[in-house]
Nanobody, 125 residues
Framework: QVQLAESGGGSVPSGGSLKLSCKAS????????MGWFRQAAGKEREAVSC????????YYADSVKGRFTVSRDNAKNTLFLQMDSLKPEDTATYYC??????????????????WGQGTQVTVSS
């Protein structure tokens, strides 16, 4: 059974930083594409960043390019999302997911085969 457990969310002022982690179990992590998605209140879930098996290729949504950095530690079965220069519009529940596909110019939640429970990120102005 695949389990994905996010942590690291919290409340920060605008311009602050947070680092999210997603610990995976029950899957071949270093053979899995992974992604971060978010859903704000009243909005659809959107892809934030996705990463290839070895971490060499990455996708970022335009809204987070230059501010967020995705990485993975395959030895520890853990996915990370470093979020800097946070803005109020980054406020959302953030989810990690294992994916069936990966492209550098697009990422979709329809490719997910497992989801974490989510971690809340709140950025105050």
């Amino acid at each position: 059974q695949v389990q994905l457990a996010e942590s690291g969310g919290g409340s920060v002022p605008s311009g602050g930083s947070l680092k999210l982690s997603c610990k995976a179990s029950g899957l071949n992590f270093d053979g899995s594409y992974m992604g971060w998605f978010r859903q704000a209140a009243g909005k659809e879930r959107e892809a934030v960043s996705c990463i290839s098996w070895a971490g060499a290729a990455k996708y970022y949504a335009d809204s987070v390019k230059g501010r967020f950095t995705v990485s993975r530690d395959n030895a520890k079965n853990t996915l990370f999302l470093q979020m800097d220069s946070l803005k109020p519009e980054d406020t959302a529940t953030y989810y990690c997911a294992s994916l069936d596909n990966f492209y550098e110019d697009y990422c979709s939640d329809s490719w997910s085969n497992a989801w974490g429970q989510g971690t809340q990120v709140t950025v105050s102005s």
